[in-house]
């Protein structure tokens, strides 16, 4: 074996809150078959980047199903770094922060 072959790749699935059945098979299938650099985007942010190995999905527990895509990186630490981006994505992060201030100040309102 080569060296090149020996290389392990570390592999980060992604599920995304809307993304219809027919367009996600279509993108995953052209993506993995091209093996395209593909970003993961939140608004304007890049949260991840990384070559499609092939598609996901999970059932939603109200009905349906996410989709997501596994992507490969390069390395345990660009797959480490991306998973982390998506977990704390600033946007995300802000409105997260937002919500909870307005539900905290419903409820002291609540309670006078």
Excluded: C, Y
Aim: no cysteine; hydrophobic share 35%; glycine share 6%.
């Amino acid at each position: 074996m080569r060296e090149h072959q020996l290389q392990t790749n570390a592999i980060v699935t992604f599920f995304f809150r809307s993304w219809p059945a027919a367009e996600f098979e279509a993108s995953v299938t052209k993506a993995a078959r091209t093996k395209t650099l593909t970003r993961v985007i939140e608004g304007t942010n890049v949260l991840a980047e990384g070559t499609v190995l092939g598609g996901a999905h999970r059932p939603k527990p109200e009905g349906g199903n996410l989709f997501g895509l596994m992507l490969r990186f390069d390395s345990m630490r660009d797959a480490q770094a991306a998973a982390t981006r998506i977990r704390h994505d600033p946007d995300t992060e802000m409105r997260r922060r937002e919500e909870e201030m307005r539900r905290s100040f419903d409820d002291r309102n609540t309670w006078r």
